[in-house]
């Protein structure tokens, strides 16, 4: 904090200027009355001095006695006196203090020290009176420069009094801003380091304000602590719930997908089920009718043997589709692409798609295959889903290449793509186009959780407009890019 802000500095600043006005105010009054005192002492002295003065010189003025006049006036040789005149009546020197010649001019502005008496206070008219008529005047003219030099030392002792006091004063707000404000510069401390999980206590016994802050900080402080706690806790619970219930979507989406394949697998095992049971029926007949040459025989075993071996194939990829993958394996792409076809094959006859593949071979990559597998068929059935939609030819491309040491997997279909207000939210839980029936909205989701969250890869889709065949076609395309290591 700025020191200049602080709250110490202002109390310091508002009790420096608050007792350097009083004591200002205090030195000019000091000295306005020392004046004022210093000029009626004049006055006093002045008055008492020229009625003694006037006594003495009456009647030798009367008889122009000049010497004793000026015997008397030169008696008076007090400091403060600058000098002494005796006047006639007219206004011309008689006699002075301190010129021993006699001069008889006219005393200077004599009219106008006739008219104004005593305003000057550094001088003294008085009129000298004999029997009621006067005989002269008397001036006494003080010395300015005593006076002006009490003054002054006055003045330079009420100085040095001002300096002494605003020093103190200084001293004073200075401790008495520490004072004031070293609880709040604790109670600041204390915060400003505080770890919010740490209890918080000042020590603050006083029954003051601060005591009353420092109590209310305490109490506030507790609050929000078990407010986070608590906080703290229900998050935990919520992010426990929300883990738990996509566990579940991603199961109820594996029923969904698994109800289907089973459905699809049903149907493609019809057929090599007839084959076999028609095999074994037709030579177990001939048999009986003793019929059966050895080349029958070994004819129909290799027929009911192929069919057994692709009833097993079939049964051996649905199981790990089902499985789920809970290890990072190295495998090839191609193998999951393989697994992946045999599954939906039946899907692909029964809905009259054509699939393109255009796969590499030798990509490997680190990965959960049956996750991928799961990955693969949720977006081949939305694709299927699509082209269900149109009359045409119905197709899905798969491509598989290799780009800047990430595999990346296509898969694209000609069922016009997905509309621009669509897009932005097929990868959100729950969000379908489908009737209740035929979507759960968890497909593209768990899709995307398996392959950014579980694999560290990336999936996008787009629009995309291209040619087959001198065909132009516009569908969705999913690109799916997994690291390679
Ligand atoms: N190939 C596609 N062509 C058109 N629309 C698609 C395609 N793939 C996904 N979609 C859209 O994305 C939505 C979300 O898909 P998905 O998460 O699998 O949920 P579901 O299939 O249950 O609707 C679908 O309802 C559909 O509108
Ligand atoms: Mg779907």
């Not at 005192?37 to 008055?47: A, D, R």
């Not at 002494?164 to 520490?178: A, P, Q």
């Not at 089973?262 to 057929?271: F, K, L, M, S």
């Not at 129909?300 to 097993?312: F, G, K, R, V």
Request: overall charge neutral.
């Amino acid at each position: 904090m700025n020191f200049f802000h602080s709250i110490k500095f202002k109390i310091f600043v508002v009790i420096v200027v608050f007792f350097t006005i009083m004591i200002t105010m205090h030195m000019l009054y000091d000295i306005n009355m020392s004046k004022k005192q210093l000029n009626t002492y004049l006055q006093n002295l002045n008055q008492s001095s020229a009625k003694l003065l006037n006594k003495n010189v009456q009647s030798d003025l009367y008889n122009l006695n000049y010497t004793n006049v000026k015997y008397t006036i030169d008696s008076f040789d007090n400091p403060y006196f600058k000098n002494i005149y005796i006047l006639n009546k007219n206004g011309y020197i008689f006699a002075q203090r301190d010129n021993d010649k006699i001069m008889f001019t006219k005393y200077k502005d004599f009219e106008k020290l006739l008219n104004l008496q005593n305003e000057n206070p550094l001088l003294y008219f008085l009129p000298v009176i004999l029997s009621k008529k006067v005989v002269g005047y008397l001036v006494i003219e003080n010395n300015n420069e005593i006076f002006e030099q009490m003054i002054k030392s006055k003045e330079s002792e009420i100085l040095k009094m001002f300096f002494i006091f605003l020093l103190v004063t200084i001293v004073f707000s200075y401790i008495v801003s520490v004072i004031i404000t070293k609880p709040i510069n604790k109670i600041i401390n204390k915060l400003k380091n505080l770890d919010e999980k740490e209890e918080l206590e000042f020590n603050h016994n006083k029954k003051d304000e601060f005591g009353y802050l420092a109590k209310i900080i305490e109490q506030n402080h507790k609050k929000i602590r078990d407010l986070n706690e608590n906080l703290e806790i229900r998050v935990k619970e919520e992010v426990e719930k929300n883990i738990y219930k996509e566990k579940q979507l991603f199961e109820a989406q594996k029923m969904a997908s698994m109800g289907e394949m089973i459905g699809n697998i049903a149907h493609q095992w019809r057929q090599p089920l007839s084959v076999i049971s028609t095999g074994s029926t037709a030579i177990k007949l001939k048999k009986e009718l003793d019929v059966l040459d050895d080349k029958d025989l070994l004819e129909t075993c290799e027929i009911i043997n192929e069919n057994a071996q692709y009833l097993s194939k079939t049964i051996d990829d649905f199981k790990n589709f089902i499985k789920g993958d809970k290890k990072l394996i190295n495998f090839n792409l191609k193998d999951t692409i393989d697994s992946f076809i045999n599954l939906v094959n039946p899907s692909i006859k029964n809905n009259n798609i054509e699939l393109i593949l255009n796969i590499k071979e030798n990509i490997n990559i680190n990965g959960y295959p049956n996750e991928l597998h799961q990955c693969m068929i949720n977006i081949f059935n939305n694709a299927k889903d699509a082209l269900l939609n149109i009359d045409e030819t119905r197709l899905v491309f798969i491509d598989t290449l290799l780009q800047d040491n990430n595999a990346i997997i296509k898969i694209k279909d000609n069922a016009g793509g997905i509309p621009e207000d669509v897009m932005p939210k097929i990868f959100e839980p729950y969000f379908t186009t489908k009737h209740k029936s035929q979507g759960t909205g968890l497909g593209l989701h768990m899709t995307y959780n398996l392959i950014v969250d579980s694999m560290g890869g990336t999936i996008e889709a787009n629009n995309v407009k291209y040619k087959y065949n001198d065909e132009s076609y516009i569908g969705a395309e999913f690109t799916i890019r997994l690291p390679l290591s």
